[in-house]
Structure formats: C-alpha cells, structure tokens
C-alpha cells in the first residue's frame, strides 16, 4: 500500500478585515434602531430589546479580534448587515471556485506539482455556493486538471475528513496526487443580528496537495502516519438552509436559515469529545501524548482550544504547543485547523509529530497524526 504525504498546503486571505471595534460600532448601531422602532412593544413586554455587543465580551467569549471577509462595506452597514457581491454570470468563474484556484496554486507551487500531477479534486466545507455542478468540477476546469473531482460537507471538520479522502485515493491508486480544497465563505451563513453570534466567523481558503511519498519533492513533507474520524448527531449546532425551503414560504429567509448553536451545550459536548478522539487517533498509531510535538487545532474559540489541549497534556499547553491564528481570521470553519498548520509547521524538524483535528456540527470530529520527513 502506498504511504501518502501531504506535500503543499496552500492559503487564500480576503484583502478586507473587520475589527471587533468596527463590527460592535455597526451592531449596536443596529440594536439602538431596533429598539426605537420597536419600543412600545418592547414597553409592553411583546418584545425583548436587543442588548450591545462590546469589545470586551467578543475577546472573553471567543479569543478573537478581527476576521476577514469578501466584503465588508455591506456588513458594516446597520440597514443592511451582509456582504453586498454582485451575482456572476455562468461563464464567469464562481466567488468560491475563484478562491479555491488562488489557494490551489500556492499549494501546487510548494508541493512543485502541476496541474498534471493531480488526478482528483476535493472541494470540502461547509457551505457550497450552488447544488451543481460541483464547485470541484469548475475548479477542475478551471486549473486545466484531468480526472475527476467532487464536493464533500462535515461542516467544520470537512478538511480532516477531506484529507482522509484523499489518502484512501492515493492508497488505492486511483490517484498520484489529491487537491483538497477549503473555501469557506462563513460570513453568507452568518447572521450579523444575532448578538451570541456575529462575530465568530471570517472567510478563507485553504487547499492541501496529498501524495505518494514516492513521488513527492517538495522541500516540506508530511507524512500522514494515521487518521481517525468520528460523527455522533446533534442538534445543538445547526443550518437549515436548503433547497426545499420554499416548500414553505413562512420559513424562507427566517433566522434558522443562517448560522445558530446553542454554545454551551457546544463547548460542554465537543470539549472532552475531541479530546478523547485525539488520544484514541496518537494511540491508533502506536505513539504516546508526549511524543506529539504540535497541536493544529480547529479555530473556533480559544477557550475550547485551552481547554482541549489541557485534557490531551494533563497541563497547560506551552506556547506554540497549539498554535492560535482565530484572534485574526476568527472561526474559518473546516480551514481553521489547516490556516494553523500553513503558518505553524515549517519550524519542526524532521521526525517531529504533530496532530491535525477538526470538530464541529454534526457533531463531526477529525484527527490525521503527521510526521515531518
């Protein structure tokens, strides 16, 4: 069987960043008209005020301090609260196949592959721009790839089980070379209303070439040394945004369309599972805890992140131990844990253990152990 590296990881990041000082300024904004325009039934008690968000509590809650996004100038504006992108043409390249490529070729450029190394495309995350064709098949042509390609979604944890994907293709033979994308846009599943929630997540793109080892040349090489991957259904993070929605007009554009959890049922549940999953993925591959060097965590709160990393090492992590990238791209969903690994890898030496793992709705958990070459 072969062994399968990842060879070359690229990253996409948007030329806009908000602040949470900008996004707060916008969101209060809004909450002050709500409630003017709405105060005799907040008055009456038919209707709950909005209260303001604030700097402080977006820093406590979650760890982070600006992310960034297609577009801002619509977000920022309290009349209107979303991205303002004009639709494309069909013989325009798509918002989402357009990031995938800027991502694939920074990852095709370190791997020193090209388009004809590659033999399938995996397009993994969270949200896909259309139902078809697959956003994979457009990248596919778009780079000028042979084979195939196809479209995956576990929500956040997308790239670790996108990555196990590939590794079976590779395995098996029926590709030299895998492409797995990331292109999460969150900020079109982001309700800007909702206090709890505005301002988690930011977009970004991130794409990871997997490989045979014996054909791989680039400078950085990791050996992907095993995967594991687990699913266990809740409701507690959720997304009902889909095709049949008009089957029921009362429910089209209704808050339950975009983005909602309920956090601390979230952090309760994942916390102790993604640790346990960890441990079981470093035992699986006949390793012990202290042998793993790094932690590439998914980004989407740094108290989760702490706390996870402490019931894997019985401590505290050490700096640089679980590296933390959320205070500037926030929660990018299923590329968070690969953003991580992109910016945190190139420091360790050959030989040296680290562990990829994702978690989120599903609930889906993700964990590949990688060893540098």
């Not at 008690?45 to 820093?59: D, K, M, Q, Y």
């Amino acid at each position: 069987m072969k062994q399968a590296v990842i060879s070359g990881t690229g990253l996409y990041t948007p030329a806009q960043s908000i602040s949470n000082e900008e996004l707060v300024a916008c969101f209060n904004a809004y909450a002050e008209q709500f409630n003017a325009g709405n105060a005799a039934a907040i008055a009456e008690g038919t209707l709950t005020a909005l209260e303001p968000s604030s700097v402080a509590f977006i820093e406590k809650a979650s760890g982070i301090k600006a992310r960034y996004v297609m577009e801002k100038a619509g977000i920022l504006d309290p009349q209107r609260m979303v991205s303002h992108i004009p639709e494309r043409a069909d013989e325009e390249l798509s918002l989402q196949a357009e990031i995938s490529v800027a991502a694939a070729r920074q990852a095709l450029d370190r791997a020193g592959k090209t388009p004809a190394d590659i033999d399938m495309v995996l397009v993994a995350c969270s949200n896909m721009q259309r139902g078809y064709p697959a956003m994979a098949v457009e990248v596919q042509g778009a780079l000028g790839i042979e084979g195939y390609g196809f479209d995956m979604n576990v929500a956040c944890s997308s790239a670790t089980f996108g990555i196990q994907q590939a590794v079976a293709a590779v395995q098996s033979g029926q590709a030299r070379a895998v492409l797995v994308l990331n292109p999460e846009i969150t900020s079109g599943h982001l309700n800007w209303r909702d206090r709890d929630s505005h301002f988690i997540f930011g977009d970004a793109c991130t794409a990871i070439v997997v490989e045979a080892k014996d054909t791989a040349t680039s400078a950085q090489q990791w050996e992907i040394v095993d995967s594991k991957l687990k699913t266990s259904f809740s409701n507690n993070i959720r997304n009902n945004f889909g095709f049949l929605n008009r089957f029921d007009e009362a429910g089209v554009g209704q808050a339950d369309k975009l983005f909602r959890q309920q956090g601390r049922k979230v952090f309760k549940d994942v916390c102790p599972m993604a640790a346990e999953m960890i441990k079981d993925t470093i035992a699986n591959a006949g390793l012990d805890v202290p042998q793993v060097k790094r932690y590439w965590l998914h980004q989407a709160n740094l108290n989760m992140n702490l706390l996870i990393s402490r019931l894997v090492l019985g401590r505290d992590a050490e700096p640089g131990e679980a590296p933390v990238i959320l205070d500037e791209y926030a929660n990018t969903s299923s590329a968070g844990s690969i953003i991580a690994f992109h910016k945190h890898s190139a420091d360790m030496a050959a030989g040296e253990l680290g562990v990829i793992c994702s978690f989120g709705a599903g609930y889906s958990i993700g964990c590949v152990v990688v060893k540098r070459l």
